[in-house]
């Protein structure tokens, strides 16, 4: 392939249709003020009612004016003392280097706003505050889940059971690195099953599980937690009700099938039982 072959390819706009080219190049003339004067009336009343295009040529002027800025700063810092001339493109290899101005420009947009809020400041402790919300929502979703998943099971609900109690708790309190208790629900009906490991959003859970005598299930989720102390909330996912908060730094969320007010009662006095205060309900 010679010379001449190589730049008949360049010139041969196969990848985008002629019609599409050349109405880019009719609005990148009509952006620069080449268009005849009734071409372009015809142009600016197009644009009224093809927002696409009217889009387009927005993009194009945004573009010509940063590259006009770039231009009057680069005269300013030091104008040349000599006129470099070149040939004339082509008009559709302009065209072409419109287009992928308006996909750089794009991508540009995409990837700014995805930085924005790390160079934003934190607007007065608001959005910490919102933060500290979802990952307590999210601990709670994981401890609906984890009673959800195993509640129902019939032959191994748990890992270790209620008869090896001593154990689980101190086997638990060395995988999460605190010293755990697991509260006594006899007043309410309900007796210990037993306790399992599960994974936490950033290291190791633990869930108890209790059982009335009507077969009924209640579990209590456990896990680190970044805030000191969070008041009692309420998450409701169809007959399911999970209670959680937080205390010392732990997270605590007792989920179960009882009425809303019963299982509120109960949250409460598990709360109390592992170090909580009135104040948080």
């Given at each position: 392939m010679n010379d001449d072959d190589l730049e008949r390819e360049r010139s041969a706009p196969t990848a985008v249709p002629q019609e599409d080219l050349a109405d880019l190049a009719a609005l990148g003339a009509f952006v620069d003020g080449e268009l005849a004067s009734d071409t372009h009336a015809g142009m600016e009343a197009r644009l009224l009612g093809d927002p696409s295009a009217a889009q387009r040529v927005g993009t194009y002027r945004a573009q010509k004016a940063a590259l006009q800025a770039l231009s009057r700063a680069g005269d300013e810092a030091a104008a040349p003392a000599w006129v470099v001339l070149r040939r004339r493109d082509p008009w559709w290899h302009r065209a072409g280097l419109a287009a992928a101005w308006a996909v750089a420009g794009a991508g540009f947009t995409v990837a700014a706003a995805s930085m924005l809020p790390h160079w934003l400041p934190q607007s007065d402790g608001q959005d910490s505050a919102l933060v500290a919300r979802s990952d307590a929502e999210n601990f709670a979703h994981r401890a609906d889940v984890a009673y959800a998943v195993y509640s129902p099971e019939v032959r191994h609900p748990v890992e270790v059971g209620a008869a090896d109690e001593a154990h689980l708790v101190a086997w638990l309190s060395k995988r999460l690195d605190r010293p755990l208790s697991i509260p006594p629900l006899g007043e309410y009906g309900y007796t210990l099953v037993g306790g399992r490991l599960l994974p936490g959003?950033?290291?190791?859970?633990?869930?108890?599980?209790?059982?009335?005598?009507?077969?009924?299930?209640?579990?209590?989720?456990?896990?680190?937690?970044g805030r000191e102390r969070d008041a009692v909330h309420l998450l409701r996912d169809g007959s399911r009700r999970t209670f959680y908060w937080s205390t010392n730094r732990m997270g605590y969320a007792l989920s179960g099938p009882e009425s809303e007010g019963r299982l509120r009662k109960i949250a409460y006095e598990v709360c109390s039982a592992l170090g909580g205060t009135s104040a948080q309900w």
């Open positions: 959003a950033a290291g190791p859970a633990a869930q108890f599980m209790y059982q009335n005598d009507a077969g009924e299930r209640l579990t209590l989720y456990v896990s680190e937690s």
